[in-house]
């Protein structure tokens, strides 16, 4: 039973270039969240996705934005990337309300 | 979400029981008491989770004060590769997908 996956594990961008991370989810689970992780802080919630639509919102810009496809599986989206955005990016699943979250292993981004 | 207090960092000697502490003080009824833990440059990892009463798992045992204001998330043969970061979180299971992660206790294992 394959984990949550991510790729790619690890990319560098260039200020200003637009980024995109994936993520399939545990097997069974139908509920998507990304998180953001800079060094030395704990993850902090980007965004939900549910029904191929998001749900719930943390405290982040427009530029970021998401998807989730019919299979469950979803993409992250960063435009008009800043240095700030430097950071690891966590994927996370469940399946239905209020069950565990699962991540996993993240895709770090390094914007120079 | 209520906020959690947890150590900055504490040591404990292999083959020992580990007692990470937990301060929730402001939790409410409905809110559940989970336990993550981020080894160096991966991903969170669920260890355990609760309401009111005490949980163990094959990796962890959780035991929850009366007055749900603390916890305690209890290693019982700490070893190496136990040292990582460990995140305490309260959470409202339903309608709220949101984890507020703080800063966790480091927890090194001494060998």
């Known amino acids: 039973d394959a984990g949550v996956t991510q790729s790619p594990t690890h990319l560098i961008k260039t200020r200003g270039q637009q980024v995109t991370l994936r993520c399939s989810p545990k097997s069974g689970h139908d509920t998507v969240s990304w998180y953001q992780q800079a060094l030395g802080q704990g993850p902090q919630f980007i965004f939900q996705?549910?029904?191929?639509?998001?749900?719930q919102r943390g405290n982040f810009p427009d530029r970021f934005s998401g998807h989730q496809f019919p299979n469950y599986s979803s993409e992250l989206n960063v435009n008009a990337l800043l240095l700030g955005d430097s950071a690891l990016y966590l994927c996370?699943?469940?399946?239905?309300?209020?069950?565990?979250?699962?991540f996993g292993e993240g895709s770090w981004l390094t914007v120079v | 979400d209520a906020k959690t207090t947890q150590p900055t960092s504490m040591d404990c000697a292999e083959g020992r029981a580990a007692n990470l502490p937990c301060n929730h003080s402001t939790i409410s009824g409905n809110e559940y008491v989970y336990w993550y833990r981020q080894i160096h440059s991966q991903g969170p990892q669920y260890i355990i989770h609760?309401?009111?009463n005490n949980e163990t798992n094959e990796m962890a045992s959780l035991i929850i004060t009366e007055d749900r204001k603390s916890s305690t998330l209890i290693l019982p043969h700490a070893t190496l590769r136990d040292t990582a970061v460990y995140y305490c979180?309260?959470?409202?299971?339903?309608?709220?997908?949101?984890?507020?992660f703080g800063t966790g206790t480091r927890l090194t294992i001494i060998p």
């Open positions: 609760g309401l009111k």
């Open positions: 979180i309260v959470r409202v299971d339903f309608g709220n997908e949101k984890l507020t």
């Open positions: 996705y549910y029904e191929e639509e998001e749900r």
């Open positions: 996370a699943s469940r399946v239905g309300v209020g069950n565990t979250i699962y």
